[in-house]
């Protein structure tokens, strides 16, 4: 059985680090790379999108709509074996700097082949419909 990290809360950071490098530079083929093959994205107001594929168009299509910038604060993390579950909080922000969104998130990560990804994203916008 392989060794766990003793501290999942600095690897789930580095790897949200990645995730928001990445879409900030428009790279959202990394994005979609953090998440299993099978990872389901669960955004407030949208249907709910599984694989990749789909979640790296999710993601694509939210920068044409004018999100260049993605701010995620992790809150707290559980292990639980090859799973853990992160809360935090995020902001979508314009080319400008303004804030186009912002709200709570719970990302359920899978342990595959010794590299944490997501499996399942649930986004929670505080903003009022």
Do not use: C
Request: charged share 25%; hydrophobic share 35%.
């Amino acid at each position: 059985m392989e060794a766990l990290s003793t501290d999942i809360t600095d690897e789930i950071k580095s790897l949200n680090s990645k995730f928001v490098s990445s879409f900030n530079q428009g790279d959202v083929g990394s994005v979609a790379e953090l998440y299993t093959k099978t990872a389901l994205l669960l955004p407030a107001g949208s249907e709910t999108l599984k694989g990749r594929e789909a979640i790296g168009q999710y993601w694509q299509n939210a920068r044409e709509m004018g999100v260049t910038e993605m701010v995620l604060d992790t809150i707290e993390v559980e292990q639980l074996e090859l799973t853990a579950i992160e809360l935090g909080t995020y902001t979508l922000k314009a080319e400008n700097g303004q804030s186009l969104d912002h709200g709570k998130y719970m990302a359920v990560w899978k342990r595959e082949n010794s590299t944490w990804k997501m499996q399942k994203d649930i986004w929670n916008s505080d903003s009022q419909a």
